[in-house]
């Protein structure tokens, strides 16, 4: 059976993960003389838990190489927070708001003693994962790539990319007579070293490390060939599938026994993703519900007070799987827009109100959709769903538009913090925001929306281009 593979990496750190953070947790309560051994037992193993599973969705279990080592890091810690705040909402609701008794001697004025003890085990993770990368990290890797077409630029810059720690020889071999691909040999950065036969010559004499078939996938007979040949060496050989030849929307590769199908119309919220993004939606939802209550009630009372009509007006747009919801706002025009003709607010629309116009900068009229995300018809972070007429106009303009309603519509989401907000006056700034929206659903993670948010908090509320 075929697999994706890491290099071992997950199956051989997640084990230890699990034996560090228990041993260290349960370690350092007989240091402290604990006498509630089986407590402490008992946290270790929900954190060990919590940790590994929370990894999965932060991509902390991903192989990456020495260049991002804060990257790495800050993926490790995250999912330690992550680990720890869910035990400790699971430990507050069963036992109240009572901390940790035992761990008294830890207690500080800023920081419980629960936090000390669960990041004691962090360094330790760390550590290990330094250890690994020096011992497995190759000092010079020797490539060769087979096809001067598309997909092995894309593959020499992919390696360059992944080994820009380590010494890469990289060249490029073809059977074809260079004229052919002359434009496109002036974008390598590798050397063109001649004919596939040179290439074989070189991989049994014992100079290179991996070989990566960048062929057309129409090229059937060339790549059975170049295989044959290559079978007769002990070089580590690769095929780059050029399938981007039929969508450039794959998002995943999914398992059905022993088939392997590629994913390109996909959601990533099935099984497992869907728990954990309606965990996120519910947990930071009621936060940020309790936080802005009182702002919600302020503005609430300025729209009722500053112009006529009710507090909040409701549009219908498309949501998941294109299903028509109710999405919440607060009013910030005069007229009740909501058929089959919406026109979109422009610079100076005299349809918005003074307070309106405030709301719809500074995207205040769009806090009542936390509702929604508890409701459960929005996410938090998702693409910003447009009023059905719109959708309707935008989906006959737009190759691939309705791949954004594979997952729910959500406040703010990749496109709007890379600047994406506002009028659409042109389809190219329609074209961008699509692009952000498939983007996001292809790559989608927690560490993703995290950072999202973050981003949204302090750069993307205001925008020039919303009106």
């Not at 995250?78 to 909402?89: K, N, Q, V």
């Not at 760390?126 to 000092?139: D, G, H, L, M, N």
Request: hydrophobic share 45%.
């Amino acid at each position: 059976m075929r697999k994706v593979t890491h290099g071992g990496y997950p199956t051989f750190i997640k084990p230890i993960d699990f034996i560090i953070i228990n041993s260290v947790l349960i370690l350092s309560g007989w240091l402290l003389d604990i006498k509630t051994t089986e407590k402490v037992m008992l946290h270790a193993l929900l954190f060990s838990t919590a940790f590994l599973l929370f990894g999965e969705y932060t991509k902390c279990y991903l192989y990456r190489h020495k260049k991002n080592k804060f990257y790495s890091r800050s993926r490790l810690f995250l999912t330690g927070f992550l680990a720890l705040g869910f035990i400790e909402s699971v430990r507050t609701l069963i036992t109240g708001f009572d901390t940790l008794g035992y761990l008294a001697l830890l207690d500080s004025r800023f920081i419980s003693a629960t936090v000390y003890w669960y990041a004691l085990p962090l360094p330790f993770l760390y550590v290990i994962r330094v250890v690994i990368a020096s011992y497995s990290a190759k000092k010079c890797v020797r490539v060769a790539i087979i096809g001067v077409t598309e997909s092995g630029l894309a593959a020499e810059q992919a390696l360059r990319h992944g080994y820009s720690d380590i010494r890469l020889e990289l060249a490029f071999y073809d059977d074809r007579d260079p004229q052919r691909f002359r434009e496109l040999k002036g974008r390598m950065t590798g050397p063109f070293k001649g004919s596939v036969m040179t290439l074989v010559a070189e991989a049994r004499a014992g100079h290179l490390d991996e070989v990566y078939v960048a062929l057309p996938m129409v090229a059937l007979k060339r790549i059975r060939n170049v295989l044959g040949m290559l079978s007769d060496t002990t070089v580590n050989t690769y095929i780059v599938p050029d399938l981007y030849t039929y969508s450039r929307n794959i998002s995943q590769i999914r398992y059905i026994h022993d088939l392997q199908a590629i994913g390109i119309f996909s959601s990533p919220f099935e099984g497992g993703g869907a728990i954990v993004k309606r965990a996120e939606d519910l947990i930071l939802g009621s936060v940020i519900i309790i936080m802005i209550s009182l702002l919600l009630f302020i503005i609430a009372v300025g729209v009722k007070i500053t112009s006529e009509g009710p507090v909040f007006f409701e549009q219908d747009r498309y949501g998941l799987s294109g299903q028509r919801i109710k999405v919440k706002k607060f009013r910030t025009m005069r007229v009740m827009e909501n058929s089959d003709r919406v026109v979109q607010a422009t610079r100076n629309d005299p349809r918005v109100t003074r307070f309106g116009s405030f709301l719809r900068k500074t995207s205040l009229d769009e806090l009542p959709q936390f509702i929604n995300v508890l409701q459960g018809n929005m996410s938090i972070v998702g693409p910003r769903p447009h009023a059905v007429t719109h959708n309707e106009l935008y989906r006959r303009q737009v190759e691939n538009y309705m791949i954004r309603h594979k997952v729910k519509p959500g406040i703010t989401g990749l496109a709007q913090v890379n600047g994406c907000r506002g009028e659409i006056d042109a389809l190219f700034k329609l074209e961008k925001r699509i692009q952000y929206d498939i983007e996001y659903i292809q790559n989608w993670s927690l560490w993703l929306d995290i950072k999202i948010i973050f981003k949204t908090i302090f750069k993307g509320f205001i925008g020039k281009n919303a009106y």
